[in-house]
């Protein structure tokens, strides 16, 4: 199996502080992605990372890519109150194949 | 409406019910998804659709029935329920099946089963 393992699977911090999740897959990729869950609604896509990738930024968001350690990290900085949710990072194989890893749930504290 | 709708949001349902969740898309999409999400498990992939066939189908119960009427409509049907089905089903679409791309979610159903 290629799942995504989140790191760490939840993390609290004070708001302004910045927020880093760690993302562990086991076989080759196409793409990864990232998603936020709010509780009890739908994931949202945040980012897109291409295996020839190695970072890219969105907002306050910055996704990087390590193929050869097979990792992606997420970093939201200078966090708010409502960046509260959960974040899962998604590996899509090269047959198209998407596979969600367990999630980080991220506390922001006003 | 944009998106992906899913009804009815909330379903309380006893273990003899027949019910159905429905979920929309108005993107065009060729590809839609039925994930379950059950708390502390990792989203699990029931069924997939493209342009309205089914081209994924992962172990899943057969009281849990999927239809796809067209490549806008997606249903799940569902039969004789277990109170281990209760949790959080998910649609989603996405241009095309195996294409690499983002997956649109909808805002869940939240299932309880009695």
């Known amino acids: 199996s290629q799942q995504g393992e989140e790191d760490p699977q939840a993390l609290s911090i004070q708001e302004g502080e910045n927020a880093t999740m760690n993302c562990s897959y086991k076989?080759?990729?196409?793409?990864l992605q990232w998603y936020r869950q709010n509780s009890g609604r739908g994931l949202v896509h945040l980012i897109l990372i291409r295996s020839n990738e190695r970072e890219k930024h969105s907002g306050r968001l910055r996704v990087t890519l390590d193929t050869s350690k097979k990792s992606s990290s997420l970093l939201i900085t200078a966090s708010r109150a409502a960046d509260t949710a959960s974040y899962f990072c998604?590996?899509?194989?090269?047959?198209?194949?998407?596979?969600f890893g367990q999630g980080t749930t991220l506390q922001v504290k006003p | 409406e944009t998106g992906v709708t899913q009804t009815p949001r909330h379903l309380v349902m006893g273990m003899t019910n027949k019910k159905s969740l429905k979920c929309e898309q108005h993107?065009?999409?060729?590809?839609m998804y039925w994930y379950k999400q059950s708390a502390k498990k990792p989203l699990e992939l029931m069924f997939v659709?493209?342009?309205?066939?089914?081209?994924e189908n992962n172990s899943v119960p057969s009281r849990f029935s999927p239809e796809c009427p067209n490549s806008s409509h997606l249903f799940l049907h569902l039969h004789t329920l277990q109170p281990e089905d209760s949790a959080l089903y998910l649609c989603?679409?996405?241009?095309?099946?195996?294409?690499?791309?983002?997956?649109?979610f909808g805002e869940g159903s939240r299932l309880t089963v009695l």
């Open positions: 076989t080759s990729i196409n793409n």
């Open positions: 659709y493209s342009l309205e066939e089914r081209v």
């Open positions: 998604a590996t899509v194989s090269n047959t198209g194949k998407l596979i």
């Open positions: 989603a679409s996405s241009q095309d099946w195996g294409a690499h791309g983002e997956l649109f």
């Open positions: 993107l065009g999409h060729n590809a």
